[in-house]
């Protein structure tokens, strides 16, 4: 128990992934941690689909700031600003997709505790990742489009949040602040 709670302590989003590929039987055990993921009802809304073609993932890059670039410029000038790029050189992109649903047991929810999951098991088994919510298809309804047409996206799914996966390159950065007072027993 201690070795998981270490684990969640030293995730950190990564922003700066190395040129070297995830080997297949790590993505392998990172799926069955995301399939192990709890959702309300036991409905499973989800799909994952992970990318490893570096020509698509440079596709869908492109097309994302494309796609920022046309709805949220405020969002586009920012990524821009931190040297524009949207995933980093990640050599994985995993892209969950959705049946949507909304209300208490939203499918947006159970993609939320499934890509935290994902993020706590990759980091067991080594692998840095940073969840990214710049995928068109979660912005805007394209998601048939573009390099999107090439993932077999089930019928009725939409892309509903991105987990680039890969290795850290140079050093770690300063993990993000922890607020206690944000907690409160009584
Ligand atoms: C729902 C969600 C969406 C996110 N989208 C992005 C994103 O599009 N790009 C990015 O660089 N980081 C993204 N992040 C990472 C957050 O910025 C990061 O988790 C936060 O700053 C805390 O830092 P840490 O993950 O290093 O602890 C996202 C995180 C979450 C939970």
Same mark, same amino acid.
């Given at each position: 128990?201690?070795?998981?709670?270490?684990? @969640?302590?030293?995730?950190?989003?990564?922003?700066?992934?190395?040129?070297? =590929?995830?080997?297949?039987?790590?993505?392998?055990?990172?799926?069955?941690?995301?399939?192990?993921?709890?959702? =309300?009802?036991?409905?499973?809304?989800?799909?994952? #689909?992970? &990318?490893?073609?570096?020509?698509? $993932?440079?596709?869908?890059?492109?097309?994302?700031?494309?796609?920022?670039?046309?709805?949220?410029? $405020?969002?586009?000038?920012?990524?821009?600003?931190? /040297?524009?790029?949207?995933?980093?050189?990640?050599?994985?992109?995993? &892209? @969950?997709?959705?049946?949507?649903?909304?209300?208490?047991?939203?499918?947006?929810?159970?993609?939320?505790?499934?890509?935290?999951?994902?993020? #706590?098991?990759?980091?067991?088994?080594?692998?840095?990742?940073?969840?990214?919510?710049? #995928?068109?298809?979660?912005?805007?309804?394209?998601?048939?489009? /573009?390099?999107?047409?090439?993932?077999?996206?089930? =019928? /009725?799914?939409?892309?509903?949040?991105?987990?680039?996966?890969?290795?850290?390159? /140079?050093?770690?950065?300063?993990?993000?602040?922890?607020?206690?007072?944000? $907690?409160?027993? #009584?």
């Amino acid at each position: 128990m201690t070795e998981t709670l270490d684990v @969640i302590a030293a995730r950190y989003s990564v922003r700066n992934f190395a040129d070297k =590929a995830v080997p297949r039987e790590v993505l392998d055990q990172i799926a069955d941690a995301a399939l192990r993921a709890p959702s =309300a009802r036991d409905s499973e809304p989800w799909h994952f #689909i992970f &990318v490893t073609d570096p020509t698509v $993932v440079a596709q869908m890059e492109e097309y994302g700031l494309a796609t920022l670039k046309a709805t949220d410029q $405020v969002g586009y000038e920012r990524t821009l600003s931190r /040297g524009g790029k949207l995933y980093y050189g990640a050599p994985v992109l995993l &892209v @969950i997709t959705a049946e949507p649903r909304e209300g208490i047991a939203s499918s947006g929810l159970d993609v939320g505790i499934a890509v935290g999951t994902i993020a #706590i098991a990759a980091k067991a088994l080594g692998v840095d990742s940073c969840i990214v919510a710049s #995928i068109p298809g979660a912005i805007i309804d394209r998601e048939t489009q /573009g390099p999107y047409a090439q993932l077999n996206i089930p =019928a /009725g799914h939409r892309p509903a949040m991105g987990i680039l996966l890969g290795y850290e390159a /140079g050093e770690p950065r300063p993990q993000h602040a922890i607020h206690p007072e944000k $907690v409160t027993f #009584i």
